[in-house]
């Protein structure tokens, strides 16, 4: 079993739709959680960080953490054309622990 | 202020050859990272320095994969002999220090015939 699970999608949604993303965990000793997007040909880049339970918003996006389930969630409110990319979730231990990564979600939102 | 900057962007080589990747972080940042992303996967860490010292590289094979980071700046990652299973995405990053956002580079495509 992975550390960190993540469906690979593709996830096909109409511009306007509201996205979820998830990822399970099994290491209750995950505190830090992160989703990255990654462009086509491009490298991971930070979108949202969250330290242990508890919900994060960032103008469109909305970060859930929910440690009894061991699982995280990633909202995109009135997608775009322009999230369309790779969705990668990320965790680790403590605050200078290596990052365990999910293998990543595909999101295409379609105008 | 620039990325991390790689090079080559994109490698082919055949099986047995030899491959050498160049990172050069951003300014200032002591913390540098190099992570291989096989097709359909997230990255792995293969190995992270602090400043020119190995913090981590419990995951490199190091029978293949060498890296090293004089002077503190910049890395190269090496890899001798290369396998089919080495293709894949080698991605650089680099923070301010151990637990800071990871910045990272657009990687290095290598594809082993």
């Known amino acids: 079993q992975k550390e960190v699970e993540q469906d690979p999608g593709p996830l096909s949604v109409p511009e306007g739709a509201i996205v979820s993303l998830n990822c399970t965990y099994s290491n209750s000793a995950f505190q830090y959680f992160m989703w990255y997007r990654q462009y086509s040909r491009k490298g991971p880049e930070l979108l949202m960080y969250t330290y242990s339970s508890g919900n994060k918003e960032d103008g469109r996006f909305t970060a859930q953490v929910d440690k009894s389930s061991k699982y995280i969630s990633l909202f995109i409110r009135d997608s775009q054309p322009s999230d369309s990319a790779t969705y990668l979730c990320a965790m680790k231990v403590d605050s200078s622990y290596k990052l365990i990564f999910g293998s990543g979600t595909r999101l295409l939102v379609r105008p | 202020e620039a990325g991390v900057a790689q090079s080559p962007r994109y490698k082919i080589i055949e099986k047995r050859q030899s491959v050498a990747f160049w990172c050069n972080p951003i300014s200032g940042h002591a913390t540098l990272y190099w992570y291989q992303q096989i097709l359909g996967q997230g990255p792995k860490l293969l190995i992270q320095?602090?400043?020119?010292?190995?913090?981590?590289d419990s995951q490199l094979p190091k029978d293949r994969f060498s890296a090293e980071r004089l002077k503190g700046v910049d890395s190269t990652l090496k890899i001798q002999p290369a396998k089919l299973e080495d293709s894949a995405v080698y991605l650089c990053?680099?923070?301010?220090?151990?637990?800071?956002?990871?910045?990272f580079g657009p990687g290095t495509r290598l594809t082993v015939t």
């Open positions: 990053a680099s923070s301010p220090g151990p637990g800071y956002e990871q910045y």
């Open positions: 320095f602090q400043n020119n010292g190995v913090v981590d």
